[in-house]
């Protein structure tokens, strides 16, 4: 088992950052790929990072690709979401997930959920 808990939401201004993290406990961490999702009000949740149990495999969607980074300290069973340039669309709830197989961009794929952590962007 592993229980995620995200942190470092908040209000940012357009073109502001924030560093999301989510810190998981449970002696299997390091061996889980884990992803971070969003869900903005009245859309379906989507996919926005993925890192391998070992960090040598990323991706991102195309709407976060080189405003957002995605790491992994394993020693502090941790992953992080930093995220630069932040956008008028990038508001939601951010998730991070735990991997149990499959396509990295599915939900389905993802058996660990955190609560969520908001982001709000202002103009």
């Known amino acids: 088992q592993v229980q995620l808990v995200e942190s470092g939401g908040g ?5 502001g950052s924030l560093r999301l993290s989510c810190a998981a ?3 299997t961490f390091s061996r889980i790929a884990m992803g971070w999702f969003r869900q903005a ?7 926005v990072a993925h890192i391998s149990w070992g960090g040598g495999s990323i991706y ?10 995605v790491s992994r300290d394993n020693a502090k069973n941790t992953v992080y979401l930093q995220m630069n340039s932040l956008k008028s669309e990038d508001p939601a709830i951010y ?6 197989g499959g396509t990295y961009y599915y939900s389905g794929s993802y058996l660990y959920w955190g609560q ?3 982001v709000t962007v202002s103009s």
């Open 11 to 15: 209000l940012v201004q357009t073109g």
């Open 25 to 27: 406990s449970g002696r």
């Open 41 to 47: 009000p009245g859309k379906e949740r989507e996919f």
């Open 60 to 69: 991102y969607a195309d709407s976060v690709k080189c405003r957002f980074t």
């Open 95 to 100: 998730y991070c997930a735990g991997n149990i």
């Open 116 to 118: 969520g952590t908001q």
